[in-house]
T-cell receptor, first 113, second 115 residues
Framework: GQQVMQIPQYQHVQEGEDFTTYCNSS?????IQWYKQRPGGHPVFLIQ?????EVKKQKRLTFQFGEAKKNSSLHITATQTTDVGTYFC?????????????FGTGTQLKVEL | EAGVAQSPRYKIIEKRQSVAFWCNPI?????LYWYQQILGQGPKLLIQ????????DSQLPKDRFSAERLKGVDSTLKIQPAKLEDSAVYLC?????????????FGPGTRLTVL
């Protein structure tokens, strides 16, 4: 079945350091979405990428969709304690498409002062 | 604008008991989703409704799980009987429609512990 894997599983950084999480799908995706889940919270939509090679920025966050539309990355520049949480990528399921999402395994980010 | 509401927030039951969760989506959202999130994993879609009809329930363990959205607004998810491996957070989400550009908004979830 369709698998969406993320690496690393965990990342501890010092505040001010950069952070990157990578997302890899076993199948080609029509689009990729990114969510952030704070500890004890619920997933919150961050962004959606649709085009091959697309790059989008949100302040210190840079999102990229691979040329083959099977991988994506999220890069945070100069992390802050407010960036703590688990970051998930999600892509449409092979069966059904639309908005039926398969979530990745997630990368948990901890930021230390 | 009010977000997705869920209740209860926490539930502890013993195995083989029954439990039900309630979800009220954002007003006007036609599409409603139930996800199961096991600790340390990403959310897994259980069932998707479009208005009051089921669009996808292929990952719903139908021998013990059931869900309904009778009037196309509120929804309930039931587990009967519960197993230990059902311990998880059950998240409800809604979106305006079912297209891939329709953002999903998640509720706070119900944390279920099965003893």
């Amino acid at each position: 079945g369709q698998q969406v894997m993320q690496i690393p599983q965990y990342q501890h950084v010092q505040e001010g350091e950069d952070f990157t999480t990578y997302c890899n799908s076993s199948t080609t995706l029509s689009n990729i979405q990114w969510y952030k889940q704070r500890p004890g919270g619920h997933p919150v939509f961050l962004i959606q990428l649709v085009k091959s090679g697309e790059v989008k920025k949100q302040k210190r966050l840079t999102f990229q969709f691979g040329e083959a539309k099977k991988n994506s990355s999220l890069h945070i520049t100069a992390t802050q304690t407010t960036d703590v949480g688990t970051y998930f990528c999600a892509g449409p399921r092979v069966t059904g498409g639309g908005n039926k999402l398969t979530f990745g395994t997630g990368t948990q980010l901890k930021v230390e002062l | 604008e009010a977000g997705v509401a869920q209740s209860p927030r926490y539930k502890i039951i013993e195995k083989r008991q029954s439990v039900a969760f309630w979800c009220n989506p954002i007003s006007g959202h036609a599409t409603l989703y139930w996800y199961q999130q096991i600790l340390g994993q990403g959310p897994k879609l259980l069932i998707q409704f479009q208005n009051n009809g089921v669009v996808d329930d292929s990952q719903l363990p139908k021998d013990r799980f059931s869900a309904e959205r009778l009037k196309g607004v509120d929804s309930t998810l039931k587990i009967q009987p519960a197993k230990l491996e059902d311990s998880a957070v059950y998240l409800c989400a809604s979106s305006l429609d079912s297209g891939y550009t329709d953002t999903q908004y998640f509720g706070p979830g119900t944390r279920l512990t099965v003893l």
